[in-house]
């Protein structure tokens, strides 16, 4: 049979053979690149039964509007049977602004959660199981004062922190990278990253300090291999530089988390997963040296990709996030958020977000793919994939090393320049009908009805303001003048943040006023 002069290529690149067979995998060693699952290079899973003890946790993401709307949805989801809570905030609390900042005006609670101080932290998690629920908090640039606020809460409901469990992102390097919400300077961000690093160690034992994200790059056009590669370059600055602060490794590398897209083409996100377990534990164990078994088991959650949903005919978007949750499954995610099904519209209603927690439990519970850890391994196309995607993404982590690491080839523009052009090209295949999106180039209607969208509360931003106006109008002055003045002494010197930063809540100083004391001593990053 004579082969096809084109040969279909993956989002990536790689091009898709006509037949994969034993020839495909000749020379390949089974036992060294896939090991059994639970054991290195943990290619088939961080864990030996998988899914067959337990499932992943199903994370619905959710935040909006104010924090007793927030809670509501939270408490809605755990009773649909959600097993962890993720936590979006609007763009002011991502960027260290409170609300009545003239910065947050048209902002406040518009993709997220506003919060401003303790009291909007402590309604956020009304009645909440602190002790026994898995948090999620998507924040970076103010990372370290919003779990400070969550830590204060479990204190005040006699919670101790070494019985909180969850995740922070924290991932300020992909901020400069893909995303945008940074405060302050790479470097800077480096030492609060550091900082939490510690405070966690010693009281936050359980916590997972950092999700290094490759999900934001991904939505900023990457492809699959640069977003592995991109992110793990990312990850090796962030443990390099927590050794430079005089950690030891195997002291914080078990609490590193990652964080992965889920997009379309299913076999190659599949193989996406497996490669990079394999090649984060080729870097800790290499590179770093890292003892502790768990230092080098990469634990990941997943997303499905948000900007692989129509606003065109939105309910097709439920066969995309299904088909994307499988592929996360199937590569062995450790968390799931699917996306609703009307997020290119709006934030999602109630029904979108339960439609897409069904569709996790229905591949839970109904599917029959978590009856046995990895059930694709072994498949001459899975194995071939999984090895082109892992050495991909070493070429570039070798160009990014050769630059100095990820921080030296932030300040160059490197990753940037090749996501905008991987972005350019997936777009432009579009726009010429070379590559098909069911609704939008191709299988389009005219006179679809118009979808419900979710409410937006038009007095949700002076509802805000006024309340945190009356917070800050019911405190002790002096006393947070004193803590932020202590705040910005230790950003001076060389001690651990946390510790001053605690104290300045206790003080009831705000998220947006703690903040602008860091600004003041390291300034603000200007790309």
Not at 65 to 70: I, V
Request: charged residues 20%; negative net charge; aromatic residues 8%.
């Amino acid at each position: 049979m004579a082969e096809p002069k084109n040969l279909p290529q993956t989002d990536s690149g790689i091009e898709v053979q006509p037949l994969y067979d034993e020839a495909s995998l000749d020379g390949w060693d089974a036992d060294a690149m896939l090991g059994a699952p639970g054991q290195p290079p943990y290619t088939r899973g961080v864990y030996s039964s998988m899914y067959t003890g337990r499932l992943w946790t199903m994370r619905q993401y959710s935040g909006f509007g104010n924090a007793e709307a927030t809670n509501e949805r939270f408490k809605f989801l755990l009773n649909a049977g959600q097993t962890g809570l993720s936590c979006a905030f609007d763009l002011p609390t991502q960027m260290g602004y409170d609300s009545d900042h003239g910065r947050s005006e048209g902002e406040v609670g518009k993709v997220g959660v506003a919060i401003d101080s303790m009291a909007d932290m402590r309604l956020l998690l009304a009645d909440l199981p602190l002790d026994k629920v898995s948090t999620s908090m998507t924040i970076n640039s103010t990372a370290a004062i919003l779990l400070l606020m969550y830590e204060l809460v479990a204190e005040e409901n006699g919670v101790a922190s070494d019985q909180l469990s969850g995740t922070i992102q924290n991932d300020l390097l992909k901020e400069y990278i893909a995303r945008g919400t940074y405060v302050y300077p790479p470097r800077p961000s480096m030492r609060v990253i550091t900082d939490i690093f510690g405070y966690c160690a010693e009281n936050i034992p359980n916590w997972n300090t950092i999700s290094i994200s490759g999900y934001h790059i991904r939505e900023a056009g990457s492809t699959a291999v640069q977003e592995i590669a991109f992110t793990l370059a990312n990850a090796i600055a962030y443990v390099q530089a927590a050794i430079d602060a005089g950690l030891d490794v195997d002291d914080f590398a078990p609490r590193l988390s990652f964080f992965w897209n889920g997009h379309n083409n299913f076999f190659e996100e599949v193989a996406k997963f497996r490669a990079s377990r394999r090649m984060w534990h080729r870097i800790m164990t290499e590179r770093f040296g890292a003892k502790n078994p768990k230092s080098s088991m990469l634990r990941f959650h997943t997303q499905t990709g948000g900007s692989t949903l129509t606003a065109q005919q939105p309910m097709n978007n439920v066969v995309r996030v299904g088909l994307q949750a499988l592929a996360a499954v199937l590569g062995g995610t450790q968390s799931l958020h699917t996306n609703g099904y009307d997020e290119a519209l709006s934030l999602p209603t109630e029904e979108a977000a339960r439609m897409a927690l069904r569709t996790q439990q229905i591949i839970g519970y109904e599917s029959g793919v978590v009856d046995t850890p990895d059930p694709l391994a072994g498949s001459y196309f899975v194995e071939s994939l999984t090895d082109e995607v892992e050495q991909l993404a070493w070429e570039y982590i070798e160009r990014i090393d050769d630059m100095g690491g990820a921080v030296d080839a932030i300040e160059a523009g490197f990753q940037m320049d090749e996501i905008e052009q991987s972005a350019y090209d997936y777009t432009k295949s579009i726009d010429d009908d070379e590559r098909v999106v069911v609704g939008v180039n191709k299988f389009t209607m005219d006179g679809e009805p118009e979808p419900t969208l979710f409410p937006i509360d038009p007095d949700l931003e002076g509802n805000q303001v006024a309340r945190l106006k009356a917070y800050k109008a019911d405190r002790d002055s002096a006393a947070v003048e004193s803590a932020l003045a202590s705040v910005k002494a230790t950003a001076e010197g060389s001690d651990n943040l946390l510790h001053s930063m605690k104290d300045a809540l206790r003080a009831d100083a705000t998220l947006g006023e703690i903040s602008d004391a860091l600004r003041e001593v390291f300034g603000v990053y200007t790309p």
